[in-house]
Nanobody, 125 residues
């Protein structure tokens, strides 16, 4: 089974930037759609960005639209999330996820089969 590992989280001041990376231990062999989710204590997990297999279609939550950019490199089994103009409300654990065998874009968490352990993003005011 594929293992997803996030990196790039940390502590930044409001207005700062971070670039998250997600590396898969091996090729999924199932052309997965992928996404970034976040969850803060006491809040439900939400999809902040998603991308289809080819990378031609993307989704962004309204709260991050215009500030975050999702991208992928299938040859490297990698997923990225560039986060700019960070706000304190962006503070959460960020997870990458893969939806096996689903080429089209997916937003719902229930569509995803593989999850990373998460990376903490903390934005101070």
């Amino acid at each position: 089974q594929v293992q997803l590992v996030e990196s790039g989280g940390g502590l930044v001041q409001g207005g700062g930037s971070l670039r998250l990376s997600c590396a898969a231990s091996r090729r999924t062999f199932s052309s997965p759609a992928m996404g970034w989710f976040r969850q803060a204590p006491g809040k439900e997990r939400e999809c902040v960005a998603a991308i289809n297999w080819s990378g031609s279609n993307t989704y962004y939550a309204d709260s991050v639209k215009g500030r975050f950019t999702i991208s992928r490199d299938n040859a490297k089994n990698a997923l990225y999330l560039q986060m700019n103009s960070l706000k304190p409300e962006d503070t959460a654990v960020y997870y990458c996820a893969a939806a096996a065998g689903k080429s089209t874009i997916k937003v719902a968490a229930l569509e995803y089969d593989y999850w990373g352990q998460g990376t903490q993003v903390t934005v101070s005011s």
